[in-house]
């Protein structure tokens, strides 16, 4: 025999000896779990064994598939159960893969400690490699199972973002059906949780898919939990480059003004504000300010007001150019209200607001009657009765709002008592106890 067959021979018994060694390997695992399972369950009765089948929930469409499942675990009890899933997962057709990933996801919902386990048995680069295929009920089923495998585990998430599950999300959401958009959304949630750690979830794949399910006509609960997502990847200010840059400042003032998702994309936005890129696109933003003073005239959503305060703080201070939009749009009126009306958080914010216009105005007036301390003037002073004209202009605003507030609160109230006095001493009242 010549020394090349010699050589190809021992290559091949090579291959065929590591091949051998790593299935031993994972069967060695399964033996070790059963062996486990078996030594808690031998005080346990042959009846109670019989009652702890698998029943995998599916669509009616897919009634053969759960017949065929409920069969087998009726034959079969729990640990032998999860072998024979693992091992059709790993070997078995594309068919017995799709109803494994179904059962897998069952079993895993019930149990911590098989979660875990499944990870160390391969299954999730196995289902993130499911993920990619184009057969709708075969993904759907996969990511059904991711999502109750990462549940509660920070070692499972880590593992699917090494299984790079991220590049396996749809490039064009229109020719993906609602209920994979809602599920692939609830495992970016799920994922998006250790945003905060050396993972890096704002990439362009990422945020090109929350923009494209969030203009989309996708329902109300996908959306929101999107915004979940975009929350959450926003607390690190790293990410705030790449979602800005992606759109995703316009898309979220759009929904905010939707009091279902408000308060999710508020939050998102509060924390985009505090970087300059996002503070950036909120001023350029036609929406701004007039779509979030109309978020603080919301009566019934009081932590909507809170952080719309919060992001129109943010934009107005130091920097005139925002105050004189704002107070053109309207904005002192609609403060007025809040800081009578609105939640403690809410009536301190619009207080802060209304302190700084009501100073730029004065600055602007130039100096009145009487000591001025630590007050520059601004420009040519004005004579004394264009003065007079613009305290008593600011006079009446007061006035009028503290009017029309004032008949809300004794209509809300229902009081018996004679409103026409509660007028009377609100007009008689001296504007100086306001902030403004």
Known sequence: MSASQTQSMSSTSSS???????????????????????????????????????????????????????????ELDGSMALQTWVKRLHFGSWEEKEMAAKAIGKLAKEDVKERKLMAELGVINMLVSMVATEVAGRRLAAVKALIELADGTFTN????????????????????????????????LSLSSISITHFSLAKTEVIQFLVGILESASGIQTKEICLGVVCNLSVVLENAGPLVSNGIVDTVLK??????????ALAALSHLVLTMMGKKAMEDSSMVPESLIEILTWEDKQKCQELSAYILMILAHQSSTQRDKMSKAGIVPVLLEVSLLGSPLAQKR???LLQ??????????????????GRVAMGSPLHPREAQEGKTMMKNLVKQSLHKNMEMITRRANAAGDSSNLKSLVLSTSSKSLPY
Do not use: Y
């Open 356 to 373: 700084w216009f009501k100073d730029e105005r004065q600055a602007k007036m130039g100096p009145h009657s009487g000591p001025q301390t």
């Open 350 to 352: 619009a207080m802060k």
């Open 157 to 188: 998430k880590a593992l699917m973002l090494e299984a790079a599950i991220l590049s396996k999300l749809p490039k064009d959401i229109d020719v993906v059906d609602n209920q994979t958009r809602h599920e692939f959304a609830e495992l970016l």
């Open 255 to 264: 929904l905010s003004s939707f009091k279902e998702l408000s308060e999710k």
């Open 16 to 74: 065929i000896w590591l091949l051998s060694r790593r299935k031993l390997k994972f069967f060695a695992r399964i033996r070790r779990f059963l062996q486990s399972k078996s030594a808690r369950k031998r005080c346990v009765s042959s009846s109670s064994d019989h009652s702890n089948k698998l029943l995998v929930k599916s669509n009616t469409d897919e009634e053969g598939d759960r017949v065929v499942i409920e069969k087998t675990e009726s």
